[in-house]
């Protein structure tokens, strides 16, 4: 399973079949040195807990920093973090996004979840452009995750 990511109102969704235990997959989704191998070029984080901050570091656009806000060992990873580069975490401009694991034999499913698109500021046809980016940015990352686990 590794269809393309979807728009449904104001959220984008997707799952990805990745030839991995939940164990290698959970470690690229919450190592800081194991997320830069997939998800941008850089990520930091303070500490694997709910209120830890990060950030994730893409050399042509800048620096995005998150917090998590939902952790559920090996099964739910949730942030939220800013859309835009910024220095900081603004709660009134960004979105939140919620990886859930699935097992699938040996295999592992991943479900993203990308929401609050509504919330952001900017007006209508700038929350649209940025649903779009952000979907396609989905695309690209999660087939360079599976990528890189499978």
Do not use: C
Request: no cysteine; proline share 3%; glycine share 10%.
């Amino acid at each position: 399973m590794s269809d393309l990511a979807t728009i449904k109102g104001h959220s984008i969704h997707r799952t990805v079949r990745v030839d991995a235990g939940r164990d290698a997959v959970w470690a690229a989704l919450t190592e800081p040195e194991k997320l830069a191998e997939w998800m941008g070029e850089s990520a930091t984080l303070s500490a694997l807990e709910v209120g830890g901050t990060g950030v994730f570091g893409y050399e042509d656009f800048g620096d995005f920093p998150f917090r998590i806000t939902a952790l559920e060992p090996k099964s739910v990873f949730e942030y939220r973090w800013s859309g835009e580069p910024a220095d900081a975490l603004d709660d009134n401009d960004s979105t939140v996004v919620r990886f859930t694991l699935d097992d699938d034999g040996t295999a592992t499913l991943v479900t993203v979840v990308e929401s609050g698109f509504d919330k952001v500021s900017g007006g209508t046809a700038h929350r649209r452009a940025r649903l779009e980016q952000n979907r396609d940015g989905w695309n690209v990352e999660l087939d360079e995750l599976v990528a890189l686990l499978g």
